[in-house]
T-cell receptor, first 112, second 116 residues
Framework: QQQVKQSPQSLIVQKGGISIINCAYE??????FPWYQQFPGKGPALLIA?????SEKKEGRFTISFNKSAKQFSLHIMDSQPGDSATYFC???????????FGTGTRLKVLA | DTGVSQNPRHKITKRGQNVTFRCDPI?????LYWYRQTLGQGPEFLTY????????KSRLLSDRFSAERPKGSFSTLEIQRTEQGDSAMYLC??????????????FGPGTRLTVL
């Protein structure tokens, strides 16, 4: 019940295209859902985060869509660029603890 | 904010040796977290502190692992009698209590441990 399932494992997108990464969770007590970007050899960097009281949040080219009833949330990267090539992790937190439960990651490659 | 810093960035050790990592959180962040990340996986929670109190520990944190945060500032993670399975990236994150709900965690660059 503490797991966060992330898909796809890897994704290849053409420059200018839309990258979509999906996550699903079981624990309805989770109340915070961040997305992180990680480059090889670096720590994860926060991209965008959402709480369950909203269904969508947009920051620049990055949008989180949140479906509370389906217990799913997704990251959309608009106008994907080669510099976006990285591994993306979704996470969830709440239920009386502040730790994050991370998904297994999606390796994104944007072709020039 | 100068960000979360971790030292050393890389550590190579022989099996059976003890190692210690240090994390300096963003100033005024009262919560500090340790995670472990193996190749191709997401970070896994190890433990967290609120100020100097260690409030939660994962089952992943065996008796060989110990973490401290004296005076609620920097933190150290020690691994005794290292094993090859301890080889991983050890990540530190910090956050500031937001007054309601979960905080946003900011990660450091990590310490990559290789146990030979």
């Amino acid at each position: 019940q503490q797991q966060v399932k992330q898909s796809p494992q890897s994704l290849i997108v053409q420059k200018g295209g839309i990258s979509i990464i999906n996550c699903a969770y079981e624990n309805t007590a989770f109340d915070y859902f961040p997305w992180y970007q990680q480059f090889p050899g670096k720590g994860p960097a926060l991209l965008i985060a959402i709480r369950p009281d909203v269904s969508e949040k947009k920051e620049g080219r990055f949008t989180i869509s949140f479906n509370k009833s389906a217990k799913q949330f997704s990251l959309h990267i608009m106008d994907s660029q080669p510099g976006d090539s990285a591994t993306y992790f979704c996470a969830a937190s709440g239920s009386g603890t502040y730790k994050y439960i991370f998904g297994t990651g999606t390796r994104l490659k944007v072709l020039a | 904010d100068t960000g979360v810093s971790q030292n050393p960035r890389h550590k190579i050790t022989k099996r059976g040796q003890n190692v210690t990592f240090r994390c300096d959180p963003i100033s005024e962040h009262n919560r500090l977290y340790w995670y472990r990340q193996t190749l191709g996986q997401g970070p896994e929670f190890l433990t967290y502190f609120q100020n100097e109190a260690q409030l939660e520990k994962s089952r992943l944190l065996s008796d060989r692992f110990s973490a401290e945060r004296p005076k609620g500032s920097f933190s150290t993670l020690e691994i005794q009698r290292t094993e090859q399975g301890d080889s991983a990236m050890y990540l530190c994150a910090s956050s500031r209590t937001s007054g309601g709900g979960t905080d946003t965690q900011y990660f450091g660059p990590g310490t990559r441990l290789t146990v030979l």
